[in-house]
């Protein structure tokens, strides 16, 4: 079974632009989280989405933001970057969600660089 | 928020020791997760315990879970090379579809 991906793996982009990252999860799985992982801060939860809803949100702007297919393959957009946006940025899927004792599966991340 | 702090920050061993690292949280939890992360790429999930478990075994790791002082450890036995990496504790502390993450211990086997 083919792993999560993430398109692309790298990115650079200037400061105001902006950015959508995908994340295409395991087969089956219908649950994705996205996180933002910096040196200074560690791994911080985005959002989750699971069935084209998205069930909860971390504490990060509006610039932020996600949506899910009905395949389950899901988006994440930023826009007017910043450059304290440029980190590793992580998707993770599970069947049905974390808080359900599901291991979750990680892609390879995205990692963008604000310049 | 960050719920899990893991101790040490950082920690370096000659290969064939055993490495133990420390997580503790705050709030009552379902179940502690423990995952690995080799330089910047992916989170490779390790073990999960649950709240009404005590200690858990898989190959060189142990896992422990002490509910009481809120705190796990994760042990490595005879370690590798390869088992260079970082460790993250992450706990789920609800239905709320979010696993919260420790910092991170960062761990280097020395040759």
């Known amino acids: 079974k083919a792993g999560v991906t993430q398109t692309p793996r790298y990115l650079i982009k200037t400061r105001g632009q902006q950015v959508t990252l995908s994340c295409s999860p395991i087969?089956?799985?219908?649950?994705v989280s996205w996180y933002q992982q910096t040196p200074g801060q560690g791994l911080q939860f985005l959002f989750e989405?699971?069935?084209?809803?998205?069930?909860n949100k971390g504490n990060f702007p509006g610039r932020f933001s996600g949506r899910q297919f009905s395949n389950s393959r899901s988006e994440m957009n930023v826009s007017t970057l910043e450059l304290g946006d440029s980190a590793l940025y992580l998707c993770?899927?599970?069947?049905?969600?974390?808080?359900?004792?599901?291991?979750?599966?990680f892609g390879p991340g995205t990692r963008l660089l604000v310049l | 928020s960050q719920q899990g702090e893991e101790d040490p920050q950082a920690l370096s061993i000659q290969e064939g020791e055993n490495a133990t690292m420390n997580c503790s949280y705050k709030?009552?939890?379902?179940?502690l997760q423990w995952y690995r992360q080799n330089s910047g790429r992916g989170l490779v999930h390790l073990i999960l315990?649950?709240?009404n478990e005590r200690e858990k075994h898989s190959g060189r790791l142990r896992v422990t879970l002490d509910t009481s002082k809120k705190s796990s450890s994760l042990l490595i036995t005879a370690s590798r090379a390869a088992d260079t990496a970082s460790y993250f504790c992450a706990t789920d502390a609800g239905s709320n579809y979010q696993l919260i993450w420790g910092a991170g211990t960062k761990l280097i086997i020395k040759p």
């Open positions: 993770a899927s599970s069947l049905v969600g974390a808080g359900s004792q599901e291991t979750q599966y």
């Open positions: 087969s089956g799985h219908r649950s």
């Open positions: 989405y699971f069935s084209e809803t998205q069930r």
């Open positions: 315990i649950r709240s």
């Open positions: 709030t009552s939890i379902n179940n």
